[in-house]
């Protein structure tokens, strides 16, 4: 079964960095992306960032470009999300996933197949 595990969140200052983590197993072969998306209370999922699994290549929400890093290690089965000069609207819950999508590169939820539980991330002074 495929499991994505989410760590790394916690509370920071406005300024400082974060590096999240996400742990994944059992990932079929026919998942081509990984993601992370982003959610405050009473606001919708959001996209921030994908990585094809094979080649490492990324993509980014124009919003988080020059802050956030994605980045994965094959041989650890670990995908990453570097997140720098944090502002207190990235305060949410941070969710790592995985899609199959091969021609259209997945930027919407509900284009990813499987989620991690999540991790809060508090941005505050």
């Known amino acids: 079964q495929v499991q994505l595990v989410e760590t790394g969140g916690g509370s920071v200052q406005p300024g400082g960095s974060l590096r999240l983590s996400c742990a994944v197993s059992?990932?079929?072969?026919?998942?081509?992306?990984m993601g992370w998306f982003r959610q405050a209370p009473g606001q919708d999922r959001e996209f921030l960032a994908r990585v094809i699994w094979s080649s490492g290549n990324p993509s980014y929400a124009e919003f988080v470009k020059g802050r956030f890093t994605i980045s994965r290690d094959n041989a650890e089965n670990m995908v990453y999300l570097q997140m720098n000069d944090l502002k207190p609207e990235d305060t949410a819950v941070y969710y790592c996933?995985?899609?199959?999508?091969?021609?259209?590169?997945?930027?919407?939820?509900?284009?990813?197949?499987?989620w991690g539980q999540g991790t809060q991330v508090t941005v505050s002074s």
């Open positions: 059992g990932l079929p072969s026919s998942i081509h992306y």
């Open positions: 996933a995985a899609s199959r999508s091969l021609h259209f590169p997945p930027g919407k939820a509900n284009e990813f197949e499987y």
